[in-house]
């Protein structure tokens, strides 16, 4: 179930491979055989970074603003720095299983990577159905909105999703073990004896199973009870919601659509992951005296293409969330312009000092017939030039904040 990898995590093998007997590396299979794979984790995935990482640092800012500090920008703001996190991590990830540039066979880092890894990874869903729950209370229950969707109680929530999202992880480090004699970092031999009923085995599938299945199809259920509700409000009762919290009925659609697109990006992964052992791998000796894939192993290997294609998609929840409040929400958006504003302001003036002319810019100017005149300016040498008047008279250049944005 897990969205960026495979059940094998961190390594293609999850036992100590025996390299004297093989023709070739079982860890470039993939390579060798599937390239097609290799070439999306590697030239799509760093796309979702460049679109994820400035993302997730303009939401965690934003969303940590005063005036967005209600219950629900908590929540949103806890999930920007989780996201931040797993992307930060997941380059790190890839690196080592794609790039080969080796970053976790260290020993510690062996251990401790996984841990932070997995926590991050299962606090976004668990977020998502945080912030859910909230306003399906605040829509479906709103007497007791006071009590349950309160900034404390938010606080409070995301304290303890994280501590038992980490106190659940902290068996990775005992799953993971770096073998000093190979210099590599695998699993266990012991975690993972008897195959597919081993207690790695059975622990992964139990919780990726409840984390990537089970909390989506509960967010998509609460959003349904949240639309159904919505829909039996009275024309009347609409606009009297309205007139009361507009802001929390638009933040509302705002929290609806990136909850389902976390929905629509997390359960194709959860059924893709579930299908492994309907297309398992052939006899590794084929590839190896043959050097040719017999019918199992391509059905192996288009399989893992499309499993590739399927997790990259479910990898975008991570990055795009910032892009959703964009569309979805007007309050996000006057903040992002507002955090903007000094920036675009200050290139502006700082454009036009470094040019004798420059640009024209209109600004309100004195008295006319109709009470107002437009005045045209000419930016130059960092003064304001005034068309219709004496050039000899500078002023200031405008204020970035009187410059539209």
């Known amino acids: 179930m897990n969205e960026t990898t495979s059940l094998n995590n961190f390594s293609l093998s999850t036992s100590t491979p025996n390299t004297t007997e093989m023709q070739i590396d079982p860890s470039n299979v993939y390579q060798i ?6 070439m999306v984790d590697k030239y799509v995935t760093p796309y979702i970074y460049v ?14 603003q005063r005036r967005m500090r209600n219950s629900s920008g908590y929540y949103l703001a806890a999930l920007a720095l989780t996201d931040l996190i797993f992307l930060s991590l997941q380059v790190i990830y890839e690196l080592n299983e794609k790039w080969n540039i080796k970053c976790l066979d260290e020993p510690f880092i062996c251990e401790f990577y996984p841990i932070i890894f997995m926590t991050s990874q299962y606090l976004s869903p668990l977020f998502v159905l945080a912030f859910t729950v909230e306003r399906y209370i605040s829509i479906c229950h709103p007497f007791k909105r006071e009590t349950y969707c309160t900034t404390k109680r938010a606080m409070y929530v995301i304290i303890c999703l994280s501590t038992g999202s980490l106190l659940i992880n902290c068996i990775q480090g005992y799953f993971w073990k ?37 909390v989506p199809l509960a967010i998509l259920l609460f959003n349904i009870l949240v639309i159904i509700e919505a829909k039996k409000l009275s024309r009347y009762e609409q606009t009297r919601l309205q007139s009361r919290s507009q802001r929390n009925s638009a933040t509302t659609v705002m929290l609806l659509a990136v909850s389902f697109y976390q929905i629509f990006t997390t359960l194709p992964v959860t059924v893709v992951v579930t299908l492994y052992y309907s297309f398992p791998p052939g006899e590794f000796d084929v590839l190896q005296t043959t050097g040719v894939a017999d019918a199992t192993w391509k059905r192996h290997f288009d399989y893992i293409v499309v499993k590739t294609i399927i997790e990259e998609i479910g990898l975008t929840h991570y990055a795009c969330n910032f892009y959703i409040y964009l569309i979805t929400g007007k309050v996000f958006r006057q903040e992002f312009k507002k955090l903007m504003r000094p920036l675009i302001g200050g290139l502006k003036v700082k454009f036009a000092s470094n040019n004798s002319v420059t640009e024209y810019t209109t600004v309100k100017g004195g008295n006319s017939v109709n009470g107002k005149r437009d005045t045209t300016v000419r930016m130059s040498n960092g003064h304001a030039l005034p068309q219709n008047g004496d050039a000899s008279e500078l002023e200031p250049v405008l204020k970035s904040d009187e410059t539209p944005l």
């Open 51 to 64: 679109i994820g990482f400035p993302g997730n640092i303009f939401s965690l800012i934003i969303w940590l």
């Open 33 to 38: 055989f599937c390239p097609e794979a290799t």
């Open 178 to 214: 770096y073998y000093d004699n190979l210099g590599k970092c695998y699993l266990r031999d012991e975690v993972i004896e008897n195959g597919t009923q081993s207690f790695w085995t059975i622990w992964t599938w139990c919780v990726e199973a409840l984390l990537f299945f089970i």
